[in-house]
RNA sequence: GCGCUCGUAGCUCAGUUGGAUAGAGCAGCGGACUUCUAAUCCUCAGGUCGCAGGUUCGAGUCCUGCCGGGCGCACCA
């Protein structure tokens, strides 16, 4: 139970006690204290008496013996002021602790998280860095936290572009098409595709026939198209181990996946009574979504030309999560944009009685990359950034500085850090912010390791391992005495609240935010705080504290997904 | 037109079911390396929290109405 959580169990009991009824003591951390509790306030209005006599009352029925002293203060505020042994004692535990004090969860449950999602024959853009990024976050967070989680990455495999592409994979010929894509020049050949699609109406007779080839299973068609798949999957494997992110082949589940259930998907929504033709198409309407004439709106499930659209296929998609890999909870790491069509889909799926509690899904959304003018960077609206060009730029930077900053370390060890430090930066810089706002895409500010970034905390964590490197080893007991060293074991003692955080909300910046403060009282405590020349008590203490900063600065930029070396 | 979303310091952003004096970083001023990594730290300055009402002991936070930006609104995904 993390210090904060014990707070709150201790004086929630007292709250009970005198509110007949579970109250939360609204525990946070405090200007005034090392915490404060706001819960008297609430419940002083709710029973009709002055707050700090109520707060008075609950600091009386608290049992704070041996853990904290508190007081009232200003308008019924419960000031918490920990006391030195528990502080040691605490920080103690967390230090023979492989989990740093984070709690196995007590419901794990199984957790299916969609993210990634790239197409297939198309680059993976910045967009994709978002859900990449996040998603990936998100899995080793809440699989941390003991959840069983299974990732998927919901690939666009299929549907109608596929025909110009196949043509055009048949026009320049398997090995030429084949070495195109490897080489991650994925938007050429889909660019290349579409203008020969545009310009050539025999090229697009081919095209629309070969559409049909493969959704009618031609083995030929089916067989070139499996080309394509492989040959994507492999570039988007590299791009992955170029991010750091993990993903696994067996991640990808693409649309395709999907086909065969579709029939049934769309029979079972029938049998049901939701299914209603409308202008030719089957569609079903579910409550509370309108058109633009205020009509209802309706998610079409099967075209009015009998093919099946992206909602069909995310149907089938829902359904099976729930109903064959029993996910329970279901999160969908997707662009803001996507909000809408997301809801319909739960709807639909709640409407047609597989998504039921204690089952549910959420959609997680993030904001849309812009660019420098502030407009929505798109892939096919002209020069989007590639993602793979984008991590080598910050790789190379990275570089350039460690070249400069740290000429004695040797040339593989300086490669390592550089992708440490490049790649940590563009994921710090999409991770440490609240993702539903848009994102105005800047490399020099992502690429800027000074402030609130990922290189800061990879240099703290060099600078805690440079210490402990030259300390050789330690036994001692946590005595936290000076006013710097208590300020960083508080922060200390706060990883595992700023973790369940994330695992409950799914906002990753919770964490940064955690691990940014935790860096900056580790080196206001290196400024105030002499380790290695300190009398032996008060070395081995200290030390304690360095080594407990290194693993929880580690740990915690490995939930994010970032790599923190021993030396910078 | 309807819906969703965002609006906080010059710039980029935090702000935990409504809590004490709205906080960081960058940029700017001025300081600190014979001392465990200066990719650092300290100081100063910088605000009508888009606007106007409302709810109450208390509103950046909740409600209503405006203003402004973005996105979405039937067979592309």
Redesign the pocket.
């Known amino acids: 139970m993390s210090l904060r959580d014990l707070l709150s169990a201790r004086l929630g009991a007292a709250f009970a006690t005198l509110a007949g009824e579970p109250v939360?003591p609204?525990i946070?951390?405090?200007a005034?204290?090392d915490f404060?509790a706001?819960?008297a306030?609430?419940l002083a209005?709710k029973v009709q008496r002055p707050?700090r006599e109520v707060a008075g009352e609950v600091l009386a029925a608290a049992e704070l013996t041996g853990l904290a002293t508190g007081e009232v203060?200003?308008?019924g505020?419960i000031?918490l002021t920990v006391l030195p042994d528990a502080l040691d004692r605490m920080v103690a535990a967390m230090a023979v602790d492989e989990r740093l004090g984070v709690p196995m969860t007590q419901d794990p449950e199984p957790v299916i998280v969609d993210y990634s999602g790239p197409?297939v024959a198309k680059e993976m853009h910045v967009g994709h860095l978002r859900s990449t990024i996040i998603g990936d976050c998100l899995v080793r967070v809440l699989r941390f936290a003991g959840h069983d989680v299974t990732g998927i990455s919901h690939t666009?495999d299929w549907?109608?572009?596929f025909g110009m592409l196949l043509e055009r994979l048949v026009e320049i010929g398997e090995a030429a098409a084949a070495h195109e894509l490897s080489v991650g020049d994925l938007d050429g050949f889909y660019k290349a595709a579409r203008l020969r699609f545009d310009s050539d109406p025999a090229f697009a007779d081919r095209a629309r026939r070969r559409v049909v080839l493969l959704q009618g299973g031609d083995a030929e068609t089916l067989r070139l198209w499996r080309v394509l798949v492989a040959e994507s999957q492999r570039y988007f494997m590299a791009v992955n181990e170029k991010l750091g992110v993990l993903l696994t082949e067996a991640d990808y589940m693409g649309?395709s996946f999907y086909n065969d259930r579709l029939a049934e998907v769309v029979h079972e929504l029938d049998g049901l009574g939701l299914l209603r033709p409308?202008?030719?198409?089957q569609?079903v309407f579910p409550a509370g979504f309108?058109?633009?004439d205020?009509?209802p709106?309706?998610m079409?499930v099967r075209?009015?030309?009998g093919?099946f659209?992206?909602s069909a296929?995310d149907l089938a998609a829902i359904r099976y999560r729930i109903k064959e890999l029993k996910g329970s909870l279901i999160l969908y790491v997707v662009g803001?944009?996507?909000?809408?069509?997301l809801r319909m889909v739960f709807a639909v799926a709640g409407e047609a009685g597989w998504l039921r509690w204690p089952v549910r899904a959420q959609h997680v959304a993030f904001?849309?990359i812009l660019g420098e003018d502030?407009?929505?960077l798109k892939s096919r609206a002209g020069r989007a950034v590639k993602l793979s060009e984008l991590l080598d730029e910050a790789v190379s930077r990275?570089a350039a500085?460690?070249a400069e900053?740290?000429p004695q370390l040797d040339p593989q060890e300086r490669a390592e850090?550089a992708r440490a430090?490049g790649v940590g930066a563009v994921k710090y810089a999409d991770l440490?912010?609240?993702m539903?706002?848009?994102?105005?895409f800047d490399l020099d500010?992502m690429l800027?390791?000074?402030?609130?970034t990922a290189?800061?905390l990879q240099?703290t964590h060099?600078?805690v391992?440079?210490?402990l490197r030259?300390a050789g080893g330690f036994t001692g007991t946590p005595s936290i005495v000076d006013p710097a060293e208590r300020a960083l074991a508080l922060e200390l003692l706060a990883f595992p609240d700023a973790v369940q955080e994330v695992a409950d909300e799914f906002q990753p910046?919770?964490l940064t935010?955690h691990l940014?403060g935790l860096a900056?009282a580790f080196?206001?405590f290196?400024?105030a705080?002499?380790?290695?020349?300190a009398s032996p008590p008060v070395r081995e203490s200290r030390l304690v504290l360095c080594d407990l900063t290194a693993r929880t600065l580690r740990h915690g930029l490995d939930l994010l997904g970032i790599h923190a070396p021993q030396?910078?």
């Open positions: 939360d609204l946070q951390r405090s005034h204290a404060q706001n819960g306030l609430p209005r707050a203060s200003g308008p505020f000031n197409n666009g549907g109608t572009p649309e409308s202008d030719g198409a569609c309108t058109g633009r205020g009509g709106f309706p079409i075209k009015r030309d093919g659209g992206y296929t803001a944009p996507q909000s809408r069509h904001g849309s502030g407009r929505m990275a500085l460690v900053k740290s850090i430090v440490s912010t609240d539903v706002k848009d994102y105005v500010r800027a390791f000074t402030g609130d290189g800061y240099y060099a600078r391992c440079s210490i030259k910046h919770k935010g940014r900056v080196t206001a290196w400024d705080c002499p380790v290695l020349r030396r910078m």
